[in-house]
């Protein structure tokens, strides 16, 4: 570990954002196999009840569009996933940003609380997700209201700031050679903030994520929203919790990672 970490870099869906990814990758692929592929349909493994959050988690989050909807294909073995992908990708990013316009996620409250920590305890910050919709989530919540709401004082946090306006730094969407588990984008977020790679933490909930972070040579927050804590700590994450109000705030400013005392 670093002497003092320098930058934080985020993930969004799943570690910021409840985000509406996995409902519209699973109702793509149902529509798809109910209606356009239904004539293959009986080829595959897919069913309805097959596509679960374990699927999703293991094999499609984290990872760009075009990388999550081969994924998901290779996984219920449907054929001819060349000519199918990019039906199946635009299919979802269609109905993803329907949702994102109807208001149909949440931020999650522990990490709001501890993005602002980290902000004001010194420590730049970047949002780095595969997710070309990051912006449409950031732009639509306001830390400013949320300071408020839940009485935090916070000199990083000023009047009509939205969390896309918070960060230091965002490479979310953008197109690089490698995708997670590789490193690119957290070195560029890195980069962008001003810090060696060493004095970098990410935050993940993907196990793809926390490998991308140890192969740049970062520290890993795993955050376990979907009960995969030995997933998250076999791929290397230096420490898993399932909300990051577990994480040591005093110890993080120093440079290490703990769970806070009393915390499971």
């Known amino acids: 570990m670093p002497t003092r970490f320098h930058g934080g870099i985020f993930d969004i869906d799943g570690v910021l954002v409840d985000s509406p990814h996995e409902q519209a990758w699973r109702v793509s692929l149902r529509e798809l196999m109910e209606l356009d592929w239904s004539d293959i349909r009986d080829r595959t493994t897919w069913s309805p009840e097959a596509f679960t959050p374990q699927v999703y988690q293991q094999q499609m989050s984290g990872k760009p569009r075009m990388s999550g909807a081969r994924a998901a294909l ?36 522990d990490a709001l609380r501890f993005i602002i920590a980290v902000k004001d305890a010194g420590i730049r910050v970047a949002a780095a997700s595969s997710s070309k919709n990051a912006g449409l989530f950031l732009r639509k919540i306001r830390l400013d209201t949320f ?18 306006d918070f960060f230091d730094a965002d490479v979310s969407g953008r197109d690089f050679a490698h995708g997670k588990p590789h490193p690119d984008m957290f070195l560029a977020a890195a980069q962008e903030l001003g810090v060696a790679p060493e004095a970098a933490l990410v ?35 230096d420490i898993v919790v399932s909300t990051l ?3 040591d705030l005093t110890a993080l400013s ?3 990672l703990f769970a806070a005392p009393g915390s499971r």
Do not use: C, H, N, W
């Open 147 to 164: 300071v408020q709401e839940q009485g935090i004082t916070s000199a990083s946090v000023r009047p009509g700031l939205t969390l896309l």
């Open 74 to 109: 290779e996984y219920f073995a449907v054929p001819d996933v060349d000519v199918r992908v990019e039906q199946y990708a635009a299919r979802k990013q269609a109905m993803v940003v329907r949702l994102i316009e109807a208001g149909d996620f949440t931020a999650y409250r």
């Open 203 to 237: 935050v993940e909930d993907a196990t793809a994520g926390i490998e991308a972070a140890k192969a740049g040579g970062m520290a890993a927050i795993g955050i376990a929203r979907a009960q995969d804590t030995d997933l998250l700590a076999a791929a290397g994450a």
């Open 245 to 247: 109000d577990e994480v």
């Open 254 to 256: 120093d440079g290490r």
